[in-house]
């Protein structure tokens, strides 16, 4: 079982719909949780970070952390077609270093 | 200011060059970061600078090695590639490699073809 799993998609969704992008991991000692937003040939973007359990919002965007079934999501409301990119979850340990997900291609339809 | 900035953007080099890739950050970040990215593929780690001393090699070839002139400045200099090593190379500083060290920010990269 890897570490981190991340459904690579692609996932298509209509302009103005919700979108919900998701991770599962194995690593129970994992304490901080990420998510970049990648653009096509452009570098990863660090969204939002969580430590341990619990939400957290930022504008449009809400993570959201369940480390008792070792689960984190990322919620984008009114998805709009520059969110069109790839999603990598990613978490860490304290002083350890990142572990990604493979990505979620995300294609928001005008 | 979150920003990581790379040189050159793109870089095609033969299997007998030698050339350098150089990243820079003003955010007073303590650790900083070379990862390596195939396509469709997420980041890999290849070394990691805490307060201007290597802390983590990732187990990369000798042909790619690293260099942190100061706090500010990370070089990844480059000998003898082989075409597989074409890829998007990445910088990224964070605040540190204690506590801060999930919060990594990345540079846009650079291109790296090897022919």
């Known amino acids: 079982q890897k570490e981190v799993e991340q459904d690579p998609g692609p996932l298509s969704v209509p302009e103005g719909a919700i979108v919900s992008l998701n991770c599962t991991y194995s690593n129970s000692a994992f304490q901080y949780f990420m998510w970049y937003r990648q653009y096509s040939r452009k570098g990863p973007e660090l969204l939002m970070y969580t430590y341990s359990s619990g939400n957290k919002e930022d504008g449009r965007f809400t993570a959201q952390v369940d480390k008792s079934s070792k689960y984190i999501s990322l919620f984008i409301r009114d998805s709009q077609p520059s969110d069109s990119a790839t999603y990598l979850c990613?978490?860490?340990?304290?002083?350890?270093?990142?572990?990604f997900g493979k990505g979620t291609r995300l294609h928001i339809l005008p | 200011d979150t920003e990581v900035t790379q040189t050159p953007k793109h870089l095609v080099m033969g299997m007998t060059n030698k050339k350098s890739l150089k990243c820079e950050q003003h955010?007073?970040?303590?650790?900083m970061y070379w990862y390596k990215q195939k396509a469709k593929k997420p980041p890999e780690l290849m070394f990691v600078?805490?307060?201007?001393?290597?802390?983590i090699n990732e187990s990369v070839p000798s042909r790619f090695s690293p260099e942190c002139p100061n706090s500010s400045l990370l070089n990844l200099h480059l000998h003898a590639l082989q075409p597989e090593d074409s890829a998007l190379y990445l910088c990224a500083s964070s605040p540190s490699t204690g506590r801060g060290s999930h919060e990594q920010y990345f540079g846009p990269g650079t291109r790296l073809t090897v022919t």
């Open positions: 990613a978490m860490s340990r304290r002083d350890d270093k990142i572990i």
């Open positions: 955010m007073g970040h303590r650790a």
């Open positions: 600078y805490s307060y201007e001393k290597l802390s």
